[in-house]
């Protein structure tokens, strides 16, 4: 018996299926708004990008201030009992 093949990735459309798939696009917008698809597509996933960069930004600013508020407040704590301590 020979062993039969299984796809490696069995949701990701192949050679065939592609074609097919450009086919239908070509049919249903036409080939001249196919680059202003494209085009549009593209730039809608730069500024997602973007979003999500100040997003990571925002984050750690707000991680790095969370550690130097404990910081301070371990600073503050040991000046504290160091003049406690003196008194």
Known sequence: MSPTM????PGIPGG??????LLVLVLLFGANKI???ARSTGQA?????RGRN?????LKEF??????D???????????STSTETN
């Not at 100040?54 to 925002?58: A, L, R, T």
């Open 6 to 9: 299984t796809p490696l990735f």
């Open 54 to 58: 100040e997003i990571e930004e925002e």
């Open 45 to 49: 996933m730069g500024e997602f990008k």
């Open 70 to 80: 404990e910081e301070a407040d371990t600073e503050t704590a040991t000046s504290t």
């Open 63 to 68: 991680e790095n201030g969370e550690e130097e």
């Open 16 to 21: 065939p299926e592609l074609l097919i798939v």
């Open 35 to 37: 680059p202003k698809l």
